[in-house]
């Protein structure tokens, strides 16, 4: 048998996008190990979600258990443990998420297995699975192949591939709650929804977008005098925020905001890939960057390579001419 | 309060083209820059914190070559006690898992309730080797953690999720949390503490000092190969604006005029 686990990712009564997304690849590797593809459900109150995730003709096994209502690494790691002896899957793939990270590295020391994080391809050649990531920011791709194994651990990366088309209908399966007790050590709280600013950048027409680039936040005048020109919101990336240089609302990326503005102006911003992710749906992307290898490169429609501070007067002046 | 804080050399690859050594399996890291990994400078800052509002013990732990002695110093320099360092290359040290085993030999048999890592490497992105160092020493965990309250026997914390949101956990103690960027303001350090940090206890280790079995942390061990890396192509369908810089702004600015985008 080498069934193929995915585990359906979900957060606040929604599924998240990965759990669709691995399904794109899922069927590939279990064709070549000779098994299916197996969707697994862990919650509480699961009915429409389940629906939902059959109708890519895959059978999906639901855990119903109040006890997996919120999102508890302890308590994956115990079920998983189980379900991994129970079912004996090739492989068991996860989302690269808040979530896949927090349980499948102690997964995979606990049950002696494999893994390798931020999947960005998966193929199972000549008995082999192998397994594409990436390096040093997108910089260099690493083929990492997979010695023989019970089961191999996978966490996939959100937004890597697209998903697929929903296809035929598949079954639902019940199964039983392998946790028979509380789990002391570890307990959920409360979720703190994301913080509300004076401005909403998803709403923005413009946005005018800083990264590492900027160096220090007396450079902060010069960018805001652009915006200001175009009527720009200022938003930027995780590296922007973490300085401090702008507000955590209008960080853009995996871990802030998803923006779709008309015009997005990405300036001294390398482009990681959680960042792609936030503003990739932008209508129009000029970026500016020294770096002529950076990623942000990828995705932009107008490209300057150069430094941004000897670009930057010259592009106000003249956008202010031109009012 | 005793707490280890584990970080990384890391180079600093975010404006430089990475290029690949004749084996194909290392990146030719001569030309760039070494400093902490991002995330764990932000671990030592909030390791530093702790021991500043509950007292007690910071131990530095680190993994690799004798010129990484610049970047652990400097953690010494911002407050923490003493240090770690092993190198050994027997280690399998491209899969976080033999990682997190080796890192778990540099602090069993010790006592601690805390330890602290950077959620990520710049390098190799694995998110990983925290996690897998809290199975290895056999305590709690909580990965991407953006705020650490400590409390009686236990911890909260905040893990950061997708799009702002959070979620606020408790974990007993002794725990491992792995760190993420922009939990604090990493201080930079003061001369005062540049110049004791030279005093401070540095002990360098090899696998067999800590007790770790080499035969259970190099390639063999490993149950993954790293086959080869290939710098990827990059795809652009991007016009690039050509010229001085000066030029460059005008032509972009007639470019954004020209199609209604401003």
């Known amino acids: ?323 | 309060m005793k707490t280890f804080v584990c970080i990384k050399y890391v180079p600093d690859t975010s404006e430089a083209e990475v290029k690949l050594n004749p084996d194909g399996l290392t990146v030719d890291d001569s030309r760039f820059s070494f400093d902490i990994n991002d995330a764990d400078n932000y671990a030592v800052e909030e390791s530093v914190l702790i021991k500043e509002a509950q007292g007690g013990e910071v131990t530095v732990l680190s993994i690799g070559p004798k010129k990484s002695e610049v970047m652990i110093r400097m953690a010494m320099a911002k407050g923490c006690d003493k240090a770690t360092r092993i190198e050994d290359d027997r280690m399998a040290d491209y899969d976080p898992l033999m990682v997190a085993k080796v890192l778990a030999g540099g602090i069993k048999g010790q006592e601690f309730d805390l330890v602290l890592t950077g959620c990520m490497a710049n390098d190799d992105w694995h998110m990983t080797t925290g996690v897998a160092l809290a199975e290895e020493l056999g305590v709690k965990h909580a990965s991407m953690v953006n705020k650490v309250e400590l409390l009686d026997g236990k911890v909260k914390v905040h893990r950061e999720l997708e799009g702002g949101l959070l979620e606020v956990v408790e974990v007993e103690l002794p725990a491992v949390l792995t760190i993420q960027t922009g939990i604090n303001e990493p201080r930079y350090a003061p001369i005062r503490g540049i110049r004791q940090a030279q005093k401070k206890e540095l002990n360098v280790v090899s696998l067999d000092d800590i007790g770790v079995d080499p035969a259970s942390v190099n390639a063999d061990a490993s149950q993954v190969v790293l086959e080869k890396l290939y710098i990827p192509e990059m795809e652009s369908t991007a016009e690039f604006i050509e010229g001085e810089p000066e030029e460059k702004a005008e032509k972009l600015a007639a470019i954004l005029h020209k199609g209604g985008l401003v």
């Open chain 1, 1 to 323: 048998m080498g069934n193929v686990l995915v585990l359906a990712e979900h957060r606040q009564g929604a599924l998240r996008d990965v759990s669709f997304e691995m399904l794109a690849v899922a069927p590939g590797v279990a064709e070549g190990m000779g098994g299916e593809v197996v969707v697994l459900l862990l919650g509480s109150s699961l009915d429409d979600m389940a629906k939902k995730m059959t109708e890519y003709g895959h059978k999906v096994m639901v855990l119903d258990d109040p006890a997996f209502e919120n999102f508890n690494g302890e308590k994956y790691q115990m079920a998983l443990s189980a379900i991994i002896d129970d079912l004996k899957p090739a492989v068991l793939m996860t989302g690269h998420t808040a979530q896949g990270v927090d349980f499948m590295p102690a997964l995979a020391v606990e049950k002696k297995l494999p893994l390798v994080s931020d999947v960005v391809e998966l193929n199972y050649e000549g008995d082999v699975l192998k397994a594409t990531r990436q390096l040093y920011s997108g910089k260099v791709n690493a083929v990492v192949a997979f010695k023989p194994a019970d089961t191999y651990l996978v966490t996939f990366r959100e937004g890597a591939v697209e998903a697929p088309e929903a296809s035929a209908a598949g079954e639902v399966e019940k199964m039983d709650s392998p946790l028979k007790e509380d789990v002391p050590y570890r307990k959920f709280v409360e979720y703190i929804e994301a913080e509300v600013g004076d401005v909403d950048i998803t709403q923005s027409e413009i946005l005018v977008a800083i990264g590492r680039g900027l160096k220090e936040d007396k450079n902060l005048p010069e960018i805001e005098a652009l915006a200001e020109t175009i009527k720009a919101d200022l938003a930027g990336s995780r590296a922007a925020t973490d300085a401090g240089w702008i507000p955590h609302d209008r960080q853009v990326g995996t871990s802030g905001k998803a923006v779709k503005p008309k015009l997005y102006i990405a300036l001294g911003i390398s482009g990681a890939f959680q960042h792609l992710a936030g503003m990739k749906g932008a209508k129009t992307i000029v970026a500016v960057n020294k770096d002529p290898e950076a990623p942000i490169f990828t995705v932009a429609d107008y490209a300057i390579v150069d430094d941004m501070f000897k670009v930057l007067p010259k592009l106000t002046e003249k956008l202010k001419e031109l009012k």
